[in-house]
C-alpha cells in the first residue's frame, strides 16, 4: 500500500506511477490521518509513503500519519518525498516516526508561491522528464526490497530542518492573508480540492474557516481565474498544478 499527501499533484502522481509500476495501491493520507487506533501494517506487506517537503520538514498531517501506523518487523517500508530542490533532513526525522528501510527525493516543480515565482516551463517539463525516469529506478528498488537512502539533502540541511521546519509550523501556515478577488467565479473547486477542509463556500465564494492550514497551496495555484490571492505577493507570480500545461 502507497500513502501520500499532495496539494498540488506531484506527489500524487509520484505515488500513482510507483502504484502502477510496482503492482500497489495508492490512498490518500488526508482522510486517514486522524483515524482512531492508527494503521497497522503487517509483514510482509510493503508500505510506501510519498509526500511534499516543506519548509525542509515533512507536512505536519504526514507526521501526524506516520506516528499513528505501526508497522509489523518483517514489512518493507519506504518514503518518496517530492520538492523543488532539496529535502534537508525531512526524510531522516521520519525514521523515529515509520522506520523505513529505503528512500528517495525527486524533484519536482516548485509550487511555493508565497515564497517564490514557480519555475519556468521549460525547466518544470525538464523536471518531470528527469522524475520518470527516476520513478523507473526507484521503483525496481522497491521490487527488489533494496536498502537504499538516496536523498537530496542540499547545504546545512540538519540546519534548516532545525530552524525553518518549526518557524514554518508556528508562524507559516495562516489562513489569514487568503483571500479571494472579485474574479472568483464560483465554482468551489477550491473548497473541493482542500484536503484538510478548511474552506467553507458563502455564495459560492471561499472563506477559510480554519485559522491555520497545511498550507499544500492547491486552492491557490488551481483557482482557475487566479482569484485566490495569499498576501500581497503573489498577485505577480504564476500558478502550478501537475498536468496544468498538457
Ligand atoms: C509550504 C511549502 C513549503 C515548501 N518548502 C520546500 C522546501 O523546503 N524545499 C523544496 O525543495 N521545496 C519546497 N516546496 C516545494 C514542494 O515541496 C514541491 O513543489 C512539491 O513537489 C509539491 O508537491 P505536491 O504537488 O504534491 O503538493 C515547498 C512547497 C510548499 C507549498
Known sequence: MIYYFSGTGNSEWVAGELARLTGDEAHAIAPLADKAGGIAIAAPARVGIVFPVYAWGAPAIVERFCRSITIADGAYAYVVCTCGDEAGRAVKRLQKMVPYQSAWSIAMPNNYIVGF???DPALER???AAARG???TIADAIL???RCYDVQEGVAAWLKTALARPAFNAFARR???FFATDDCNRCGLCARVCPIRAIELENGRPRWVK???TQCLGCINRCPT???QYGAGTKKRGRYFFGKSD
Open 134 to 136: 527516476r520513478l523507473a
Open 144 to 146: 527488489a526490497d533494496a
Open 175 to 177: 489562513t489569514r492573508p
Open 117 to 119: 515565482e514557480v519555475d
Open 226 to 228: 487566479r482569484a485566490i
Open 126 to 128: 525538464r523536471k518531470i
Open 211 to 213: 485559522r491555520h492550514c
